[in-house]
């Protein structure tokens, strides 16, 4: 089973930027499409941005311009630049392989972020 290890989360001001990490142990992740997730405050945890085998990314709306996911397949790393942040990005941001429209491997821990002043 791959782990999904998140990292670089922390407390950010408006404006301001961080970049998350999240590192998949085992093989295959080269042909895994990847998201990052992000679940705020007692709300549901939804996709943010994802990255597919061919190259292609896609995000949410909210995060369009601001945010920036790519890979390195060497290192099976996903990572998620995150620009110009608002509060309303704070929560925990997971990431995970989509396959068939749905998360595909356990949870891992996610990365805090939060957004104040």
């Known amino acids: 089973q791959v782990q999904l290890v998140e990292s670089g989360g922390g407390l950010a001001q408006p404006g301001g930027s961080l970049r998350l990490s999240c590192a998949a142990s085992g093989s295959g992740f080269r042909i895994y499409t990847m998201a990052w997730y992000r679940q705020a405050p007692e709300k549901q945890r939804d996709l943010v941005a994802s990255s597919s085998i061919g190259g292609s990314t896609n995000y949410a709306d909210s995060v369009k311009g601001r945010f920036t996911i790519s890979r390195d397949n060497a290192k099976a790393t996903v990572y998620l630049q995150m620009n110009s942040l608002t509060p309303e990005d704070t929560g925990v941001y997971y990431c995970?392989?989509?396959?068939?429209?749905?998360?595909?491997?356990?949870w891992g821990q996610g990365t805090q972020v939060t957004v104040s002043s």
């Open positions: 995970n392989r989509v396959f068939n429209g749905r998360t595909y491997f356990d």
